[in-house]
């Protein structure tokens, strides 16, 4: 019972966190610093599907990576 009062602590503080620092955490998630960071990163999870995808899930694919990166960063 330790453990999950300890990880309720924890959850409890994160969400305290984020709730205060909210802004702040928005403004770095569409700066373009994560707008490079986040390409490079769904260029590499994207290509790494498709390697061992069928080749027919290819524009699938592409358009998974496309939705999350315009949730991320400064380009629409």
Do not use: C, W, Y
Not at 42 to 57: N, Q, R, S, Y
Request: hydrophobic share 35%; net charge negative.
């Amino acid at each position: 019972m330790a453990d999950m009062g300890a990880l309720d602590d924890l959850s409890k503080k994160a969400q305290e966190f984020v709730e205060e620092n909210k802004d702040k955490i928005n403004e770095a998630l569409n700066s373009e610093q994560a707008e490079d960071i986040s390409d490079k990163i769904l260029d590499g999870v994207a290509g790494a599907a498709k390697k061992v995808a069928p080749d027919e899930h290819d524009a699938k694919i592409d358009e998974v990576r496309d939705n999350i990166d315009k949730k991320i960063g400064t380009e629409p």
